[in-house]
């Protein structure tokens, strides 16, 4: 029997929905986790939307931390949907802490989550925020979506594809002089403090945006030159924008040179310095 005009146009919605999502990413090897991981990150930037600058709850976790309602729903919409489509990969997220950083082999499969990056900026109302998503596998990002809702833009990388925005492939920038850069440095502590002052000094601007995942995902597409951010930082916070960068022509390291991923770190001491390939080595010698 053919389907009502009901059920034929919510079928022909489902496939252009489907449709749009393969157009958003490409993997040979990780598509239905990528496919999976931008349509998670579609849902929970509509959750986001529904409730901005309409919040109930707002709850303090620490001295310069909150946490709302929304980030629960959030995650607890991408994490019941991974353990059902795969129930043995572990899940690493800001709001349940590190459960499968401690549980997992590091050849497993971790999906790595921050339900709400830029949590202050949204329940202030500044529309600077995502949902970022990863999937590690072999110890290394395999996949990553990065979702501004405010925007509509959805950042994607995968290990074997390129780094697109909306479908469309996108890349650093490549300035050649210092001086023009457009840098976020998110820096501090002993002896750091003069460096970071050099730094501001040599280059055009400084801004500081509230969101390391957005951020890191602007330096994949040019609108910023340089990403630097000093010991804060988790796995969550750039797991998926560090590959998105990566694959958009980044040289993407730890300020201490070292690689940026590594699941032995613990939460809020990484560190990331993501640049071109022209400019890394010298913000490097300046920050590190």
Same mark, same amino acid.
């Given at each position: 029997m053919p389907s009502g005009p009901t059920g034929g146009s919510t079928a022909e919605s489902d496939a252009e929905a489907a449709a749009h999502q393969r157009r958003l990413g490409r993997s040979a090897a990780f598509g239905p986790e990528l496919a999976l991981a931008i349509d998670l990150a579609h849902q929970a930037g509509r959750i986001q939307m529904e409730r901005y600058e309409r919040l109930e709850q707002i709850r303090a976790k620490g001295p310069r931390d909150i946490v709302t309602e929304v980030d629960h729903l959030c995650e607890g919409l991408v994490m019941r949907a991974v353990q059902e489509r795969y129930p043995s990969d572990s899940f690493y997220a800001e709001e349940i802490g590190q459960v499968a950083a401690t549980s997992a082999p590091k050849s497993g499969r971790v999906w790595i989550v921050d339900p709400l990056d830029g949590t202050v900026n949204y329940a202030n109302g500044i529309p600077?925020?995502?949902?970022?998503?990863?999937?590690?596998?072999?110890?290394?990002?395999?996949?990553?979506?990065?979702?501004?809702?405010?925007?509509?833009?959805?950042?994607?990388?995968?290990?074997?594809?390129?780094?697109?925005? !909306?479908?469309?492939?996108?890349h650093v920038a490549d300035k050649e002089l210092l001086e023009d850069l457009v840098v976020t440095l998110a820096i501090g502590g002993r002896g750091i403090v003069r460096k970071r002052h050099a730094a501001l000094k040599a280059?055009? %601007?400084?801004?500081?945006?509230?969101?390391? %995942?957005?951020?890191?995902?602007?330096?994949?597409?040019?609108?910023?030159?340089?990403?630097?951010?000093?010991?804060?930082?988790? %796995?969550?916070?750039?797991?998926?924008?560090?590959?998105?960068?990566?694959?958009?022509?980044?040289?993407?390291? !730890?300020?201490?040179?070292?690689?940026?991923?590594?699941?032995?770190?613990?939460?809020?001491?990484?560190?990331?310095?993501?640049?071109?390939?022209?400019?890394? %080595?010298?913000?490097?010698?300046?920050?590190?």
């Amino acid at each position: 029997m053919p389907s009502g005009p009901t059920g034929g146009s919510t079928a022909e919605s489902d496939a252009e929905a489907a449709a749009h999502q393969r157009r958003l990413g490409r993997s040979a090897a990780f598509g239905p986790e990528l496919a999976l991981a931008i349509d998670l990150a579609h849902q929970a930037g509509r959750i986001q939307m529904e409730r901005y600058e309409r919040l109930e709850q707002i709850r303090a976790k620490g001295p310069r931390d909150i946490v709302t309602e929304v980030d629960h729903l959030c995650e607890g919409l991408v994490m019941r949907a991974v353990q059902e489509r795969y129930p043995s990969d572990s899940f690493y997220a800001e709001e349940i802490g590190q459960v499968a950083a401690t549980s997992a082999p590091k050849s497993g499969r971790v999906w790595i989550v921050d339900p709400l990056d830029g949590t202050v900026n949204y329940a202030n109302g500044i529309p600077f925020f995502c949902i970022s998503i990863a999937l590690a596998a072999g110890g290394r990002p395999v996949v990553g979506v990065v979702h501004d809702p405010t925007r509509d833009e959805t950042f994607v990388g995968a290990i074997d594809g390129p780094s697109l925005r !909306n479908g469309e492939p996108i890349h650093v920038a490549d300035k050649e002089l210092l001086e023009d850069l457009v840098v976020t440095l998110a820096i501090g502590g002993r002896g750091i403090v003069r460096k970071r002052h050099a730094a501001l000094k040599a280059i055009r %601007a400084h801004r500081s945006m509230g969101s390391s %995942a957005l951020t890191l995902s602007y330096v994949a597409c040019g609108r910023f030159d340089v990403y630097a951010q000093g010991a804060g930082l988790s %796995a969550w916070d750039i797991a998926a924008a560090g590959l998105i960068a990566e694959r958009a022509g980044a040289t993407v390291t !730890n300020l201490a040179g070292e690689p940026w991923f590594d699941l032995a770190y613990p939460a809020r001491k990484w560190s990331c310095l993501a640049a071109s390939p022209r400019h890394h %080595a010298t913000m490097l010698a300046m920050l590190g």
